[in-house]
């Protein structure tokens, strides 16, 4: 069983920055792709960004495309996004996800952290 746990949520103005990590522990020698995703109230949850293991290959929703950056460090067993030129609608919890190749749909994904706000005020 993995473990995840994301930090790193918090209250930014619009145009700002964040950087959220993604801690993974209990399945030592494990490799799997890690996914960022999202859900605002209301509606659906919804991918951000993938990374595969050795992190050569990454993906990216159009509305992220740009402004956001996973990234990993396998040595610290951490998954990051970068989020930058945030904007009022990017207000979501977000989640970290671990599955075995990068992916998008959600179901795909197996292992799941408890979230982490984010609000963009205007």
């Known amino acids: 069983q993995v473990q995840l746990v994301e930090s790193g949520g918090g209250l930014v103005q619009a145009g700002g920055s964040l950087r959220l990590s993604c801690a993974a522990s209990g399945r030592p020698g494990a490799t799997y792709a890690m996914g960022w995703f999202r859900q605002a109230p209301g509606k659906e949850r919804r991918f951000i960004a993938t990374?595969?293991?050795?992190?050569?290959?990454?993906y990216y929703a159009d509305s992220v495309k740009g402004r956001f950056t996973i990234s990993r460090d396998n040595a610290k067993n951490t998954v990051y996004l970068q989020m930058n030129s945030l904007k009022p609608e990017d207000t979501a919890v977000y989640y970290c996800a671990g599955t075995s190749v990068p992916t998008g749909p959600p179901y795909e994904y197996r292992y799941w952290g408890q979230g982490t706000q984010v609000t963009v005020s205007s």
């Open positions: 990374i595969s293991w050795s992190g050569d290959r990454t």
